[in-house]
């Protein structure tokens, strides 16, 4: 019975042992991003994905990465054309205009009115052929 009772208050001390560990990191998410920027096997991968076959999950794990790793717009360009084009993707349809549209003190007219043109077609409905371009 002494030895039940010794092996219970054993066990009761070392189950109230805490891990009071914490741990701290200085990671952010943009150079999480950037990192993934950074990694050849994870881009080539994603830019197979998005140019060979349309995969729109692909496609928001780039937006994600060019957006918050890179900062800027540019670099999606790109791929945004792509979808939009190849695969008729309505939200790589917005990301054009949102793209070409950044900076509207710098635009000039044939370029404002390609990114009208891309606005246009990211309200495009597929069923409604009865839509045309201007």
Request: aromatic share 12%; net charge positive.
């Amino acid at each position: 019975m002494k030895w039940n009772l010794v092996i219970l208050i054993l066990l009761l001390i070392s189950c109230n042992k805490k891990n009071n560990a914490v741990i701290v990191t200085d990671d952010n998410s943009a150079s999480y991003f950037r990192r993934k920027l950074e990694n050849k096997k994870l881009m080539d991968s994603l830019d197979n994905l998005v140019m060979s076959k349309g995969d729109t999950l692909a496609y928001n794990e780039l937006k994600a990465i060019h957006y918050i790793g890179e900062q800027k717009f540019t670099g999606f360009l790109y791929y945004a054309l792509i979808m939009s084009n190849k695969y008729n993707y309505k939200v790589a349809s917005y990301d054009v205009y949102d793209i070409l549209t950044t900076n509207e003190k710098f635009l000039d007219k044939e370029t404002r009115r390609m990114a009208d043109e891309y606005l246009i077609k990211s309200k495009r409905y597929k069923s409604n052929p009865a839509i045309t371009k201007r």
